[in-house]
T-cell receptor, first 116, second 115 residues
Framework: GNSVTQMEGPVTLSEEAFLTINCTYT??????LFWYVQYPGEGLQLLLK?????DKGSNKGFEATYRKETTSFHLEKGSVQVSDSAVYFC???????????????FGKGITLSVRP | GAGVSQSPSNKVTEKGKDVELRCDPI?????LYWYRQSLGQGLEFLIY????????KSGLPSDRFSAERTGGSVSTLTIQRTQQEDSAVYLC?????????????FGEGSWLTVV
């Protein structure tokens, strides 16, 4: 079956620090990969996505590259801000050959806190 | 509408009562999903609709849970004889269709507390 594994949290960083959040996956088909973010008191929002191997998704200074050889989609940002404090979820949707299925499988999420 | 709309945003109910949660997807989106977010379980898939049919109900926890969608738009998730373990945030989401890679947009959720 499909699964997503995220590094354990929470993570606390100082402003302007470099961020890496690890994510690895297991999938039976040809997955698309996503990072969703949940800011305090708000709903889940798509942060970025990549739909095939070697694609790089980017948004708001965050980047993640779809690595098929390591089955990974690690999230990075060069300089975090206090406003990046949120819960980050890695997710996949599996595209089975000849089929269509965009149901998301999520990792457990990781809480990021950025100190001024 | 502009985004996925859910109601009620908060619901407190007594154990054993039935509850209905409503979702209004983004206009034109044919795919609709229900997820549950709880502290111990993270984000769990419940069911999804393509149009009015539900090809995948595999995540519904028990036969107390049911969902329907009418007119290819609004969906209702019904929980009968609620239990305390049903307390969670119920998230609805929609996408243009079910092709993998399509962005799935989430509502802000309905927070259910069973006392």
């Amino acid at each position: 079956g499909n699964s997503v594994t995220q590094m354990e949290g929470p993570v606390t960083l100082s402003e302007e620090a470099f961020l890496t959040i690890n994510c690895t996956y297991t999938a039976t088909g040809y997955p698309s990969l996503f990072w969703y973010v949940q800011y305090p008191g708000e709903g889940l929002q798509l942060l970025l996505k990549a739909t095939k191997a070697d694609d790089k998704g980017s948004n708001k200074g965050f980047e993640a590259t779809y690595r098929k050889e390591t089955t990974s989609f690690h999230l990075e940002k060069g300089s975090v801000q206090v406003s990046d404090s949120a819960v980050y979820f890695c997710a996949l949707s599996d595209r089975v050959r000849g089929g269509a299925n965009s149901k998301l499988t999520f990792g457990k999420g990781i809480t990021l806190s950025v100190r001024p | 509408g502009a985004g996925v709309s859910q109601s009620p945003s908060n619901k407190v109910t007594e154990k054993g009562k039935d509850v209905e949660l409503r979702c209004d997807p983004i206009s034109g989106h044919t795919a609709l999903y229900w997820y549950r977010q709880s502290l111990g379980q993270g984000l769990e898939f419940l069911i999804y609709f393509q149009g009015n049919s539900a090809p995948d109900k595999s995540g519904l926890p028990s036969d107390r849970f049911s969902a329907e969608r009418t007119g290819g738009s609004v969906s209702t998730l019904t929980i009968q004889r609620t239990q305390q373990e049903d307390s969670a945030v119920y998230l609805c989401a929609s996408s243009l269709d079910t092709r993998s890679g399509n962005t799935i947009y989430f509502g802000e959720g309905s927070w259910l507390t069973v006392v």
